[in-house]
């Protein structure tokens, strides 16, 4: 029996608060290149007497009241992720609209601030890359990111790239390490265009008054589509997800074209390495662990920007106004269907292990939500061949706080 060696690594949380839209708009491009700033961000952690490990603190927030933390979660034993293989580090989301990206982010945010990660952001003062509202660019059209909506430094390496933005290959691959790992995420299109529809107020920007204006809408969708609001609005009701992966969504001739359709869908299957499904969000992020060959802790998670839907949105879903969307934002429905069956032939290839895995992540998931506004603990130990990994609430400390 091998000596017990322990390490502990602590959750860094952030409260994250729901990012909002901005106007998009077509420009053109920039280039410049990418150069390495050679600056150590490794986490400094501290190290207690007994030789246990804790890297920084933060409280990992609920909006739950505090109460008395729940005993330790203890993961089935499974191997430790940094003995088997090298943790990715560069990573690049494209966090569409109401499909649980808020979530992602939040995943990816705090593992930003606990391995000391560089993000690049939007300009000062803007949630997303979208151009900002003050720019003189008409209305109804679009535009994807350029250098000029981000805080980008020709002279620095970044990390991660994990807020809102429509998605252009070239501008992306110019501001971002070429090894960045590249993550979507997917959403069923109805129930992604009626979180949307919902949360967006589109009844009130669109002049509804009909008590349903869900039906309202897709008796004469064109009349709200032309409407001269904001094209920002306007891109998350019809497609909206093709929409943020770059889909030019505006052309007539290319909207319904299946074949189009079918072929730039296989370009976001070239373009990106993992896409998330909201339906099996669980599943997916069990997957992502390994293929980013993070640790089981990085992934725990409580729900973010989870949208409360008015009393009409409340009722069962109209088979009518189903075959309309369908109809309406067919792009979207292939997207989710391609990616969806991937997914799913991906779990299906699976050993015991990740079923095994999966199992405890839920579990844990449910333990999470008890700490409340406790710290989550993960603890990796060894003893011998075999590692186990277990997860468990202390207090915040509020005398010593760490960053």
């Not at 089935?76 to 293989?85: A, I, L, N, Q």
Request: glycine share 4%; net charge positive.
């Amino acid at each position: 029996m091998g000596k017990v060696k322990i390490c502990v690594l602590c959750i860094t949380s952030v409260v994250i608060v729901a990012l909002y839209w901005g106007e998009s708009k077509i420009s053109n491009r920039y280039a410049v290149n990418n150069k390495a700033s050679g600056k150590d961000r490794t986490n400094q952690g501290t190290n207690l007497p007994d030789g246990t490990y804790f890297a920084s603190v933060r409280q990992f927030p609920d909006d739950t009241s505090s109460s008395a933390a729940p005993l330790p979660y203890e993961v089935p034993g499974r191997t430790c992720s940094h003995d088997k293989c090298k943790q990715k580090r560069h990573i690049i989301f494209l966090k569409v609209h109401k499909c649980g990206s808020t979530t992602v982010y939040s995943i990816l945010h705090r593992a930003a601030a606990k391995y000391g990660l560089a993000i690049l952001k939007p300009l000062p003062g803007r949630p997303s890359f979208y151009p900002s509202k003050d720019l003189n660019y008409p209305l109804l059209h679009v535009r994807k990111p350029t250098f000029a909506d981000a805080a980008y430094s020709p002279n620095k390496t970044y990390d991660m790239m994990i807020h809102h933005m429509v998605f252009d290959a070239e501008v992306v691959n110019a501001m971002m390490p070429k090894d960045s790992f590249r993550i979507g995420i997917v959403r069923e299109p109805f129930s992604q265009f009626k979180s949307a529809f919902n949360f967006m107020s589109m009844k009130s920007k669109f002049n509804i008054t009909s008590s349903n204006s869900l039906q309202a809408f897709f008796q004469n969708p064109y009349k709200y589509w032309n409407m001269y609001i904001r094209r920002s609005y306007n891109s998350f009701i019809r497609n909206g997800m093709m929409y943020e992966f770059g889909f030019p969504d505006d052309d007539m001739k290319i909207r319904n074209n299946e074949t189009f359709i079918k072929q730039y869908i296989d370009y976001i299957d070239n373009q990106f390495d993992f896409i998330i499904v909201n339906e099996l969000f669980d599943e997916s992020l069990v997957l992502l662990g390994r293929k980013l060959c993070w640790k089981v802790h990085d992934f725990l998670y409580v729900k973010r920007n989870a949208g409360k839907y008015t009393p009409e949105f409340k009722t069962e879903d109209d088979p009518w106004i189903i075959q309309q969307h369908k109809a309406w934002s067919k792009a979207d429905y292939h997207l989710y269907d391609y990616f969806l069956t991937k997914l799913k032939k991906t779990i299906s290839s699976q050993g015991k292990d990740f079923y095994d895995e999966l199992a405890s992540f839920k579990n844990a998931l449910k333990w999470v939500k008890g700490c409340r506004f406790e710290n989550v603990i993960d603890v990796c130990q060894k003893n011998g061949p075999e590692t186990k990994v277990s997860v468990r609430c202390v207090k915040h400390d509020r005398r010593n706080k760490q960053n």
